[in-house]
């Protein structure tokens, strides 16, 4: 049950004053009783953005911000969340029903599941499903756990991980065909071999962290990276998460913040500017996680005085949701990450950030 606190930080820079068109955000998790939601705030720069939340068709929570047509030459988006992770069992429950491969989902789930099974990318050779029929027994039946343990192992271990921080997300085919990918395309190629084999799937977004903090005793800070895997159906387990860029099942040290039938539909922020290409200078994106319970006002007396007077005032509680634009200095107080360089697309700033 680690407490887990994520700063994400995304800044915009402009040689030249640029008029922000509507963003859209999808950084803040769903409650759930793996995920428990302690703090969610956004601070907003330019301040001024008309602030509006919805929840999208899969029921994810998406903040739109709206500047009616201010200019600036800098965007800053910090988004801080505070919350308690449950991680559930890698083996969880399976019903008998569906113990081994094949099964059919049972009738009343059916109807709700049936577009998440269909295959989303033309495979007319069926190569993808010929590479998921590896992993079957050749004779008799397959426990259907292995079969996507197998799956899962078997990118993580027959592919090339590569960073790719430009849009787009390749095709299943392209991936199986290249044996290399950035997170977002190893989470469709299973998805799509999943799909091919009748199993309902689908996407997730969310942060990935260094696993040693898990089990940090003292409080621990370590890099964090915006993430992409995939979730399948399983009935009796309900959606079991399965990380094929790392060979995770239910990761103790993923974060779930959104999911989807398709990855473009779990983009964590988009928007636009009305300006000139080559106003847009460049954009730096850096993610901070800390593990473990903020410490208590003694312990920070201490550690000040350890730190021969270095005093860092504790902060007072924040509302839940609050969009405000704090000056340079106490940003860079709150926020501590290192942003790393990272290229967007010309002319606007959307962006696919699930590139780790």
């Known amino acids: 049950m680690p407490r887990v606190r994520i700063v994400h930080t995304t800044e915009y820079q402009y040689s030249a004053p640029v008029r922000l068109t509507e963003h859209r955000l999808m950084m803040r998790p769903r409650d759930s009783h793996d995920l428990r939601l302690l703090e969610a705030t956004l601070w907003i720069t330019p301040a001024g953005a008309r602030t509006r939340w919805a929840h999208d068709v899969f029921g994810n929570s998406v903040c739109f911000l709206d500047w009616r047509g201010a200019s600036t030459k800098t965007l800053r988006i910090v988004s801080a969340l505070d919350l308690k992770h449950y ?17 059919r989902y049972a ?39 292995d079969l996507l343990i197998a799956m899962t192992q078997a990118i993580k271990s027959d592919f090339t991980y590569e960073a790719r921080e430009s849009k787009g997300t390749y095709g299943p085919l392209q991936t199986l065909a290249q044996k290399r990918g950035a997170c977002r395309d190893f ?95 460049g954009m730096t994106v850096g993610v901070e996680v800390t593990v473990g319970d903020p410490p208590t006002p003694e312990e920070q007396a201490a550690h000040a005085r350890e730190s021969a007077g270095a005093v860092v005032p504790q902060e007072a509680e924040k509302p839940l949701e609050v969009v405000a634009e704090l000056p340079e200095a106490e940003l860079a107080r709150r926020d501590p990450v290192r942003p790393k360089p990272a290229r967007a697309e010309q002319v606007c700033p959307e962006v696919d950030l699930t590139t780790s």
């Open 107 to 145: 009738g009343d789930e059916y109807p709700d599941l049936s577009r998440l099974i269909e295959p989303h990318h033309p495979d007319p050779d069926r190569q993808v499903e010929g590479w998921a029929r590896r992993f079957l027994r050749p004779a008799g039946n397959t426990p259907t756990r």
């Open 187 to 281: 989470a469709v190629l299973m998805m799509e071999a999943a799909r091919s084999l009748g199993f309902a799937a689908r996407f997730v977004s969310g942060y990935l962290y260094d696993e040693a903090l898990v089990d940090s005793i003292d409080p621990m800070v370590g890099g964090g990276s915006t993430h992409a895997w995939c979730a399948i159906y399983l009935p009796g387990a309900g959606w079991v998460e399965y990380d094929p860029t790392n060979g995770l099942i239910a990761g103790r040290n993923l974060i779930r913040v959104c999911m989807a039938r398709e990855p473009h539909q779990a983009t964590p922020l988009s928007g636009g500017y009305i300006g000139r290409t080559e106003d847009f200078r």
């Open 87 to 103: 991680p559930v069992m890698a083996d969880l429950p399976i019903d008998p029903s569906a113990e081994t491969y094949p099964f």
